[in-house]
């Protein structure tokens, strides 16, 4: 009897943590009003795009004076999967004055486009299927993490691990895209 409880409590917790789909928020009503490189950056939202990493390159230098958030996953992984509904909400949150991006790195495109098709979000995510692009961004621990670039289009830090809140993504955003939580 003791193993079968013990059996039920460990199977209950594997398997769909982070997997029911996610609500589409309105994100043309939240993000209305976002500046043209944002506005054109949402247009894409919820988009894979292909073009390596030298599409990426030209998106991150065309998002110069705009902090950027880049977030990288995989529709395999079960802690990224745990994790979209924080970047939902943060990219909702503060997507009029942070650009937000994705990398689907080390995926299947059928499976991506899957995951996306119900867990939405207003950015686009950029295909690696080789994972370039998450090595170039030292997302080099494994899936999910987190890419933050400064104004300027530099890289400041790469976050391993999934962020569990709302609040704790935009703490790490004023301190590692802004430049610390006392800059303008």
Same mark, same amino acid.
């Given at each position: 009897?003791?193993?079968?409880?013990?059996?039920?409590?460990?199977?209950? &917790?594997?398997?769909?943590?982070?997997?029911?789909? #996610?609500?589409?928020? !309105?994100?043309?009503?939240? %993000?209305? +009003?976002? =500046?043209?490189?944002?506005?054109?950056?949402?247009?894409? &939202?919820?988009?894979?795009?292909?073009?390596?990493? #030298?599409?990426?390159? !030209?998106?991150?230098?065309? %998002?110069? +004076?705009? =902090?950027?958030?880049?977030?990288?996953?995989?529709?395999?992984?079960?802690?990224?999967?745990?994790?979209?509904?924080?970047?939902?909400?943060?990219?909702?949150?503060?997507?009029?004055?942070?650009?937000?991006?994705?990398?689907?790195?080390?995926?299947?495109?059928?499976?991506?486009?899957?995951?996306?098709?119900?867990?939405?979000?207003?950015?686009?995510?950029?295909?690696?299927?080789?994972?370039?692009?998450?090595?170039?961004?030292?997302?080099?621990?494994?899936?999910?993490?987190?890419?933050?670039?400064?104004?300027?289009?530099?890289?400041?830090?790469?976050?391993?691990?999934?962020?569990?809140?709302?609040?704790?993504?935009?703490?790490?955003?004023?301190?590692?895209?802004?430049?610390?939580?006392?800059?303008?």
């Amino acid at each position: 009897m003791l193993t079968a409880l013990f059996g039920a409590a460990v199977l209950s &917790g594997c398997g769909s943590e982070g997997e029911e789909p #996610s609500p589409a928020p !309105d994100y043309a009503k939240k %993000l209305a +009003g976002a =500046p043209a490189p944002l506005a054109s950056l949402y247009k894409q &939202g919820n988009e894979l795009l292909s073009g390596g990493q #030298s599409a990426f390159d !030209d998106r991150i230098a065309s %998002l110069q +004076g705009y =902090p950027v958030v880049v977030n990288i996953w995989a529709s395999w992984c079960g802690p990224c999967r745990a994790e979209f509904p924080v970047f939902q909400q943060t990219a909702a949150a503060m997507g009029k004055e942070v650009a937000f991006l994705g990398v689907n790195s080390e995926d299947n495109d059928d499976a991506a486009e899957t995951f996306l098709s119900t867990h939405q979000v207003p950015y686009p995510s950029y295909i690696d299927p080789d994972g370039s692009i998450a090595g170039d961004l030292k997302a080099t621990h494994g899936y999910p993490a987190t890419a933050f670039f400064d104004r300027d289009g530099i890289l400041s830090y790469t976050h391993s691990g999934p962020f569990e809140s709302q609040e704790e993504l935009e703490e790490a955003i004023r301190t590692y895209a802004y430049g610390g939580p006392d800059s303008d």
